[in-house]
């Protein structure tokens, strides 16, 4: 609660530094139950998440003091080019257990309408979290 652009913008120069194999970012969501989701109820923040079954990947709560929803939604797009996407070769197609994974999956595809749904199911995936403002 709190957070600024700035600070955001200083927690990805920080990650940049680390250089570590694996980054996980996430929009932050209080969940049902818990201090901080009673305390966004109460300054009336939630927007339709009131149990973990509508939990998803866009802005539910806003407790930061100067972003807006489209602004949380930029830096998550931002995070995702500079992290997920530069480094999704090296450390998944070039990962010889994901490969092996890869290839029993695609190996179990029966025929091409099998193929084309799991193609659509990875895009949706990948759209969950490339929002478009």
């Known amino acids: 609660p709190g957070e600024t652009k700035e600070g955001i913008r200083q927690t ?11 980054y996980g970012f996430s929009l932050f969501t209080p969940l049902p139950n818990t201090e901080l989701y009673q305390l966004a ?25 100067d972003c807006s929803d489209e602004d949380l939604i930029a830096f998550q797009n931002e995070i995702f080019r500079k992290f997920t996407l530069k480094n ?21 595809l029966r ?18 979290y490339w929002h478009r403002v």
């Open 41 to 65: 109820v109460e300054k009336g923040l939630v927007k339709g998440i009131t149990s973990l079954k509508d939990w998803d990947f866009n802005v539910n709560v806003n407790l930061t003091k």
């Open 88 to 108: 999704f070769g090296r450390y998944y197609m070039f990962n010889p257990a994901f490969l092996k994974r890869l290839a029993r999956v695609v190996l179990s």
């Open 12 to 22: 990805i120069a920080f990650a940049k530094e680390l250089d570590l194999d694996f």
């Open 111 to 128: 025929n091409g309408g099998e193929a084309r749904e799991l193609a659509r199911r990875a895009g949706g995936i990948i759209q969950s």
